[in-house]
């Protein structure tokens, strides 16, 4: 599983400080039921719990995880007559920026973008997913959705000239070069009994997402 689009919605929580829960949108067929948590693998091979999915959006393949903001300490002066006089508090920062993994100018290395804008890609235009398994490819071009997975609610296609999506890239953005976000990737054609499927990937429009998650909009990348 990868996390594609990060959300958020004004709110007040009881849990976080309003404005800094932030919730990821992945694929639905990656996870079972709302209130399920949601681990991440971190750089050391611990596995630690971030969320929980809030919800889930059938036929689109979508669910939604909450990721509270993180509590830490502060203080809170204010000012009387001769003094100043400051309280312990304690305040919350996101844990999630919205922010996409894509190829880096060095070869073989990565940066991040942010990806805090929704579009569509252009009739000729080559785009990216970022994934976990390949990482990002940038070698996608808009093509007509198969017969077969329309039934199946695929509502974008695209066609790569090099590697497909892998197990485990399900949920990943769908992005331009330049970071606009353009949905999440839900289907690869590679395990798809029809082989001249073999080079597309589906993927859930960004339109799509934004409507079937009503109330949310893109979190900012910082």
Same mark, same amino acid.
């Given at each position: 599983?990868?996390?594609?689009?990060?959300? %958020?919605?004004?709110?007040?929580?009881?849990? &976080?400080?309003?404005? %800094?829960?932030?919730?990821?949108?992945?694929?639905?067929?990656?996870?079972?039921?709302?209130?399920?948590?949601?681990?991440?693998?971190?750089?050391?091979?611990? !596995?630690?719990?971030?969320?929980? *999915?809030?919800?889930?959006?059938?036929?689109?393949?979508?669910?939604?995880?909450?990721?509270?903001?993180?509590?830490?300490?502060?203080?809170?002066?204010?000012? /009387?007559?001769?003094?100043?006089?400051?309280?312990?508090?304690? *305040?919350?920062?996101?844990?999630?920026?919205?922010?996409?993994?894509?190829?880096?100018?060095?070869?073989?290395h990565e940066t991040?973008?942010?990806?805090?804008?929704?579009?569509?890609?252009?009739?000729?235009?080559t785009f990216c997913?970022?994934?976990? *398994?390949?990482?990002?490819?940038?070698?996608?071009?808009?093509?007509?959705?198969?017969?077969?997975?329309?039934?199946?609610?695929?509502?974008?296609?695209?066609?790569? /000239?090099?590697?497909?999506?892998?197990?485990?890239?399900?949920g990943g953005a769908? *992005?331009?070069?330049?970071? !606009?976000?353009?949905?999440?990737? /839900?289907?690869?054609?590679?395990?798809?009994? !029809?082989?001249?499927?073999?080079?597309?990937?589906?993927?859930?429009?960004?339109?799509?997402?934004? &409507?079937?998650?009503?109330?949310?909009?893109?979190?900012?990348?910082?």
């Amino acid at each position: 599983m990868k996390p594609g689009g990060l959300l %958020t919605r004004p709110e007040v929580s009881p849990t &976080s400080w309003p404005g %800094t829960a932030r919730y990821l949108v992945i694929a639905k067929h990656c996870v079972r039921r709302t209130t399920e948590p949601i681990e991440v693998r971190t750089a050391n091979g611990t !596995d630690v719990e971030v969320g929980s *999915v809030v919800a889930l959006a059938d036929p689109d393949d979508l669910a939604l995880v909450r990721i509270e903001g993180s509590p830490h300490g502060a203080r809170t002066c204010s000012a /009387t007559s001769g003094h100043v006089i400051c309280t312990p508090s304690t *305040v919350y920062s996101p844990q999630a920026f919205n922010r996409v993994f894509l190829p880096g100018f060095t070869p073989g290395h990565e940066t991040t973008l942010p990806m805090t804008r929704q579009g569509v890609p252009g009739p000729r235009e080559t785009f990216c997913t970022s994934g976990a *398994v390949p990482r990002s490819l940038c070698e996608w071009t808009s093509t007509s959705v198969p017969p077969a997975w329309v039934q199946n609610h695929v509502y974008a296609a695209a066609r790569s /000239t090099g590697a497909n999506l892998l197990k485990g890239d399900s949920g990943g953005a769908v *992005v331009s070069r330049t970071g !606009d976000f353009y949905g999440i990737a /839900t289907d690869s054609g590679l395990y798809d009994s !029809d082989h001249s499927n073999i080079d597309i990937m589906g993927y859930t429009d960004a339109a799509r997402v934004l &409507s079937d998650f009503r109330g949310y909009h893109m979190a900012p990348a910082s």
